[in-house]
Structures are given as C-alpha cells and as structure tokens.
C-alpha cells in the first residue's frame, strides 16, 4: 500500500516511521510512505501557504493556491486515490475505518495546521477523518494514528495474524485480560484456567472477559456488538457468578 501525505512538517514523522513494527513494514515493501511538503507551493520569496480569515478572527487559515496546488500533483503522481482530509468536523476514525482503508492500494492523507483548510481546500477532499473530539494543533499525528492503525490491517505487518483479530474492536468486542509470567505478584494471582493449558476453557475464559470488559468499559460497543447464542450462555454464567460472589 502506498500512503502520500501532505504536511508542512514532513521532518515530523521520520522517527515514528523508521521504528518497530510499521518501520519493518515500510523496510520490507508492504508500506510506502510518500511525504510531501506543501510549503514548496507556497507564494512569493516566503512560500506562504497561510493567510488571515475573511471575517476577521484569531489564528490563520490555510490559503487555497498552494495545498490545492501540490494536491493535484499528488492525485496524478501515481494510481487513482482518496484524499483524506485530517479534520475535527471529519467521520470519526475508528477500527472499522482502518480496515476498510486497508483494502486500498494508495491513499492521501492531507495535515492542515493554524486554524485549518479555507473550506474550498475541504471540497477537494473525497473524506474527512477526526481522530477524535479534541483539538491537536496539527494534523500529523492524526496521520500518524491512522497510518499505524490501516498497516496493522494490512496482512503481514504484524508478526502473527491472529494477534491482530483478536485486538480489541476487530471482531466488534474488547480485549480479554492479559497476564505473563510471574503467576502471582505481590499475592496477587493469575486466574488458574489460564495455567491448565486446556485451550477450550481458556478460549471460553477469554470470550467471558472480553464480553465482561466490553459491558463494562464500552456499553457503546456493548450495544451494537453481535452475539451467538455460546456468548449469552458465557454472559450468563457471568451473571450467575457475580451473584454467588455477592455478600
Ligand atoms: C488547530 S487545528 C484547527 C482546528 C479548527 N480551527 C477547528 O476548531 O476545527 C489544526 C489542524 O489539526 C488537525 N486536527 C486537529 N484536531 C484533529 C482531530 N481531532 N482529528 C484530525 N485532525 C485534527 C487538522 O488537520 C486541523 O486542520
């Protein structure tokens, strides 16, 4: 998968990118990762890419000429793809978006910075993302969210695949408790079906604790989430032993 990005910062994510898991990605041919500096279409002797908002105001607003400029190279430097823009107003991004990113072969990813994209920037844009309801001072490190997300979605990247669809949200669930060795520290104790080693028990451990986490943690994901009739009757037992245990 080849992902461009358009930033004023391209320095930004050389670290992120040359390490661990994403870093062997991109050594080993499964990510491509083209930066793009808009600044180099920037206007006159400063290459000023910013301007002051129409209406007044504090802050600065990303002009058109420049980004749009380098975009339209962008778009024609290789196979068709979306633009993404990086936004607070975009669809949040979430696991279900990573996987469906993942099916392309190229995607662009486009950082505003200031007070963001003069809105006629935002109509180039085939999609909005928003990494979340808070506002970061520029879009990089939502680009690097969603780069670390869609390339563990890209078979390959991550050692073992069932690693990554037993993740949390992959299969619309949380992540049961994990624990390594030693089996009791400071008197407190590993569940013992995890030593046993009978794999049915301990799948049937996991799927409770997962489906007791979701509950509890994320009654959204809760919610919406797909149950099979083996679910209920774990959810039940759970159910059953919280009221055994209850003084
Ligand atoms: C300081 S922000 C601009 C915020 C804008 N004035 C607003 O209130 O919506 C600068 C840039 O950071 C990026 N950004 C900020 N928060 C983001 C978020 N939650 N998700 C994705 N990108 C974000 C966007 O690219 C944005 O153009």
Known sequence: MR???????????????????????????????????????????????DDTPFGGGPGMVLKTGPLISCLRDVRKAAAPAPVIGLTPQGVPFNQKVARQLAQFDRIILVCGRYEGFDERIVSEFDLQLSI????????EIAAMTIVDAVSRMIPGTVGRQESVEQDSFFAGL?????????????????????????HAFIDDWRRKYS?????????????????????RNLFQQLLKQNSETRP
């Open 3 to 49: 992902v461009d990005i358009v930033t004023l910062l391209p320095g930004i994510f050389e670290k992120v990118f040359d390490e661990s898991v994403l870093g062997s990605a991109i050594r080993n041919g499964l990510i491509e990762i083209v930066l793009h500096n808009f600044r180099e279409y920037g206007d006159g002797r400063h290459r000023t890419v």
């Open 132 to 139: 979340g309801d808070y506002v970061l001072t520029g879009g």
């Open 174 to 198: 949380l992540d049961h408790p994990q624990y390594t060795r030693p089996a009791t520290w400071e008197g407190k104790k590993v569940p013992t079906v995890l030593l046993e080693g009978n």
């Open 211 to 231: 489906l007791l986490s979701t509950a509890v943690n994320r009654p959204d994901v809760f919610r919406v989430a797909e149950f099979t009739e083996k679910d």
